[in-house]
């Protein structure tokens, strides 16, 4: 190249060098064409021509619509999402200016009214949250007095239930004593029978206690029922009798049989106090067995200061069942109750018709009660095991 540019003239030279330099140039351009040809632009060319127009893409070189802005190059299968937002729209500097402007002539007024709606929405905010608060305090009160009702009405219902368990343990212990006392009183009436053969002072004076301790019982129970005791009442042996009418008045009367002698007598009260069993223990003097007789009948009691029996069949002592047969000849028999408890029974026979003089009715008091030594007065007491005590007599 040197060698050539010593033998051609300057201006040849030049030449030259500008042909090969526009040489250089398109080569370059026929390059880049060359390879844009083969380059893929995922973006999209927009030619806005006074107006926004469908996007264009050159695919290898070739526009191919608008199909290439719904596809996503990265993820050939996923369209892509077009997007709803629009540009906004520049202000021009004018409209700035303007506005700028109207902020600085705002009125005095209007930014008092301004200030005077600020302050309504302070005092609004301020009246709802005290609205709010007053409705808290009135819901906090409410809770408060239902909490405090709750309050009472436990602080009662635990009173009322301390109170009562306060009056059945006193009801227990008052019990407990009573019954002491009436277990105590009937070992001295038996000790008395023991001691004193021919003399029932110590017995009618046990008798009066007992009719004391149930004329205080009636007082302190109103709703005491005769049905209720007999309802529970089990067995009772006669312990002490005034006189031979009054065991008369509730058995059979053979006890005044000749070479006949009343051994024992039994109470027994069944199906929840609706039947009575009166069990005779006869003894016959000589070699002869002891003879039971059984009266079976209904029980009533009118009030609970009396019982009624009612014998509809006996059994004597050979087994046999006697009916009584018709209403008539079913015997009845009237008892006064003085003491009526699980381990005693105070009964009474009441004046009869024959007592009445001059068609005045005997009042029953204490002077009918313990007359001519308690001749009107049956004393039982509690038999434990009635079948034992009848085996022990052979009568069983």
């Known amino acids: 190249m040197a060698e050539v540019s010593k033998v051609l003239p300057r201006s ?40 926004e127009t469908q996007p264009s893409v050159l695919w290898m070189g070739r526009k191919k619509g608008a199909l290439g802005g719904a596809v996503d190059f990265s993820n050939p299968h996923m369209p892509k999402k077009k997007s709803k937002k629009k540009k906004k729209k520049v202000s021009s500097s004018s409209s700035s200016s303007s506005s700028s402007n109207e902020e600085k002539v705002v009125s005095s007024k209007l930014a008092d009214w301004a200030s005077m709606q600020q302050g309504d929405a302070t005092d609004s905010n301020d009246t709802t949250f005290s609205a709010t608060n007053a409705g808290e305090e009135l819901f906090d009160d409410e809770d ?91 067995a009772f042996r006669l312990t002490w009798v005034g006189s031979d009418n009054a065991v008369t008045h509730i058995g059979t009367g053979l006890q005044k049989v000749p070479l006949a002698r009343l051994e024992e007598v039994f109470l027994r009260f069944s199906m929840k106090g609706k039947r009575i069993e009166v069990l005779e223990v006869l003894r016959i003097l000589g070699p002869f067995p002891n003879i039971r007789n059984t009266l079976v009948g209904d029980v009533s009691s009118r009030n609970k200061d009396n019982l009624s029996f009612s014998y509809n069949s006996m059994i004597d002592g050979t087994g046999k069942e006697i009916l009584a047969g018709t209403e008539s000849k079913k015997k009845k028999v009237d008892l006064q109750v003085l003491f009526a408890d699980k381990n005693a029974l105070v009964l009474l026979v009441p004046p009869s018709d024959d007592d009445d003089d001059d068609n005045v009715t005997v009042a029953i008091n204490d002077d009918y009660i313990f007359r001519n030594n308690g001749e009107n007065i049956l004393f039982f007491t509690k038999q434990a095991d009635l079948d034992e005590e009848l085996a022990k007599l052979r009568v069983n």
């Open 144 to 234: 408060s007095s239902s909490s405090e009702m709750n309050r009472k009405g436990n602080n009662k219902n635990k009173k009322s239930s301390s109170e009562r368990r306060l009056k059945q343990s006193q009801r227990m212990v008052e019990d407990s004593e009573r019954d002491e006392r009436i277990c105590q009183i009937i070992e001295d009436i038996e000790s008395s029978l023991e001691e004193l053969k021919n003399e029932n002072s110590g017995v009618l004076d046990g008798i009066r206690q007992l009719c004391s301790i149930q004329q205080q019982q009636q007082q302190k129970d109103n709703n005491m029922s005769m049905r209720q005791f007999i309802a529970s009442a089990d």
């Open 12 to 51: 040849s030279n030049a030449r030259f060098f500008s042909h090969q330099l526009i040489t250089k140039v398109l080569v370059g351009l026929l390059l880049i064409v060359s390879g844009s040809s083969f380059v893929v632009v995922p973006n999209s060319i927009f030619i806005s021509v006074g107006k």
